[in-house]
């Protein structure tokens, strides 16, 4: 196997890292084992294997593909497909020709990654796995080192970019007409249907979910509640999304002066995020009758929308279906805490002094918050919550919270969403993680209408504020669930400031380029060309054109210098300086006649020539040791060759 492929090789490894959980685990495993193969073949192995054994590889990586990921999801299929397939084209390859067939293949399967993330790291990764894979694909077309070949492409791509950016901002954005469906596994932390062990898997993934923008602090103050689906029907163990949740309303009392900015990471759901009751007047972005906002399409791409504060109108009652709906219950289940909670009712004169008996209780009771509880299978789990385990985290109070409200005829409902967020001070920003996951109750009074309830506060009041990976009490829990990353190593000195400013780097990534917009554009064009930018940019862009064109046509028209290799170059000088330099014969009859004519450099000139051979006909590299070598031969040659004429 030819060694520049070992480069590709790492490429494959880093592209399965990326995509570990797209394509599975045993898949992911299998790539790795071939990562290992190709390694292996090129230290120990001088062979390819045969094609039965690749094709029994092939048949095993199929069905381990429909296996992991199974075959609804047909971007991750296929993206898995066109990654085995370069592999085992990797271990078959025997000729350059084949070789250069791999590295084609590769500009088409290194920006599948694009399909899954778009965020700055991916852009990097795919940005210098294409440029190492130009620059191993020019090495073997040419004969050329790595090096020097990665070199000329990289000149290739920056001559590029000034032009591409030029299109990116001149060029009217106009709709795609078809467009490869992304991904279709959810990626946000919070699940349709909730019981209070789907959210503790949050605090273990560090992504994004999304960025806010609040241009006027004084008008939002901390806690950040980001509400995004309501749950309304409880089966005993888990909660189900509202039937509404995206049935579109129209939303009367406004107010459009208090606003801010969103920028959702993908998702694959339609579900968004805003504080309170909120309207938007971006587009594709609509309002239920809860007040959450949810998008027309399903997010597969980084979506920037503005979301305003909307009034909640103040119902005096609910109807009688309405009542029904938010204190339904399933018979028979969790009935101790059911008897407690008619406890505090009969002691209680108003929903108010209910829940300062709840609170009591909890807090009485020692109850603590983890991010590591106990499994409850019980059929009865919020009993056993509430009278044996006693540990949990926010789902767990807030399901408890809301059934208990429920059994006493408080209409109730559980709300789950994000709290808090990790604020940008350069940049004025939030940034909200999954981790940041949480869940909380809404309940509804008389007159009043529906209010916010999270138990949470009662047994940690510093989960309120900021992000969960500022939460000091729960830092060795926090590093513990998330595993390997830059959040974990945050106590690492300098750690942090990467973390961050990576970070930085990226939310300006997002905002001006994944972002950049039709309306961005019109606005930016606006700013920088004034009442003329439609006319103007019109004529930036055909005069962009016309001098792309003329270096290109320059550039085909002008004369080309091909650079020799170095061991035809050296044979060249070396028969130049030589009694035979008129002759013309062949690079061995010519090898003969000057060790014929200077016996004493036979070894020398037989050393050169296996040297020339190899290089000319092999493709082998005539390395910088040979040359001075060669060199010392030609002055010696030179300087007897002149004393003889």
């Known amino acids: 196997m030819n060694t520049k492929l070992l480069l590709i090789t790492f490429i494959y490894l880093i592209m399965t890292m990326m995509l570990f959980t797209e394509l599975g685990t045993p898949f992911a495993i299998l790539l790795c084992v071939l990562n290992i193969w190709h390694v292996a073949q090129w230290k120990y192995i001088r062979f390819p294997p045969s094609n039965l054994i690749l094709n029994i590889v092939a048949v095993i990586g199929m069905t381990v593909c429909g296996l992991s990921i199974g075959f609804s999801n047909s971007v991750s299929l296929f993206v898995s497909l066109m990654v085995l397939a370069c592999q085992l084209k990797v271990i078959q390859a025997k000729s350059d020709k084949q070789n250069k067939q791999i590295m084609v293949l590769n500009f088409f399967t290194i920006p599948c990654l694009f399909l899954f993330s778009q965020n700055l790291f991916t852009t990097l990764v795919v940005v210098t796995a294409l440029i190492i894979n130009l620059g191993v694909l020019a090495a073997i077309s040419h004969k050329q080192l790595l090096l020097p070949a990665t070199k000329t492409a990289v000149k290739n791509i920056f001559f590029i970019i000034p032009v591409s950016m030029l299109l990116v901002v001149f060029l009217p954005k106009i709709p795609s007409f078809w467009q490869l469906p992304g991904a279709q596994v959810a990626k946000t932390g919070l699940s349709e249907n909730v019981d209070p062990f789907n959210i503790s898997e949050l ?28 749950h309304d029907k409880f089966d005993g163990t888990s909660w189900h999304m509202a039937r509404e949740q995206n049935i579109p309303v129209h939303v009367a009392n406004r107010d459009i002066s208090s606003v801010y900015k969103v920028i959702a990471e993908p998702s694959n759901l339609p579900w968004l995020f805003s504080l309170g009751n909120a309207f938007s007047d971006s587009d594709e972005v609509s309002t239920n009758q809860f007040g959450t906002l949810f998008s027309s399409k399903i997010r597969s791409r980084n979506f920037e929308y503005n979301a305003h504060t909307a009034t909640a109108p103040t119902k005096e009652f609910l109807t009688r279906w309405e009542y029904q709906r938010y204190t339904q219950l399933p018979k028979k289940l969790n009935p101790k805490s059911a008897e407690l909670a008619r406890q505090w009712d009969n002691d209680a004169g108003s929903t108010d002094d209910f829940i300062v008996l709840m609170r009591a209780y909890f807090i009485a009771q020692n109850f603590e918050y983890t991010l590591t509880p106990e499994v409850i299978e019980s059929t009865n789990s919020i009993d056993e919550f509430m009278f044996e385990k006693k540990s949990g985290f926010c789902g767990h109070y807030a399901s408890s919270v809301a059934m208990m409200m429920r059994s006493v005829g408080i209409p109730s409902r559980l709300v789950s969403g994000y709290l808090g967020g990790e604020y940008n001070e350069a940049n004025n920003y939030f940034s909200i993680y999954q981790y940041d996951a949480h869940a909380w109750v809404e309940f509804f009074i008389p007159n009043a209408g529906w209010q916010r309830l999270d138990p949470t506060a009662w047994i940690s009041p510093e989960r309120l504020i900021g992000s969960l990976s500022q939460h000091t009490t729960l830092a060795e829990q926090f590093k513990s669930n998330i595993g390997i990353s830059l959040v974990a190593l945050s106590g690492v000195p300098g750690m942090e400031w990467l973390r961050l400013t990576l970070e930085e780097y990226d939310y300006k990534w997002t905002r001006w380029v994944l972002n950049f917009d039709k309306n961005k554009q019109q606005s930016f064009l606006q700013d920088l060309l004034g009442n003329n930018a439609q006319v103007l940019s019109g004529v930036i862009m055909v005069l962009t054109l016309v001098v792309v064109f003329l270096v290109v046509f320059l550039f ?27 002759n013309n014969l062949t690079p061995l009859q010519f090898i003969s006649k000057v060790k014929e004519q200077f016996p004493e450099h036979t070894h020398e000139l037989d050393e050169f020539y296996s040297h020339f051979s190899a290089a000319r006909y092999q493709g082998k590299t005539f390395a910088n040791r040979q040359r001075k070598s060669t060199m010392k031969l030609i002055k010696s040659i030179k300087i007897k060759t002149k004393r003889k004429l």
Request: aromatic share 14%; charged share 25%.
């Open 203 to 230: 605090s273990q993934s560090d992504d994004l979910a999304f960025r806010a923008i609040i241009e006027e602090p004084t008008s939002y103050s901390p806690p950040f509640y980001w509400r995004a689906l309501i």
């Open 556 to 582: 085909m028209q002008r004369q080309v210098y091909i650079k020799r290799p170095l061991s035809v170059e050296l044979y060249e000088k070396l028969k130049s300086v030589s009694p035979y330099k008129n």
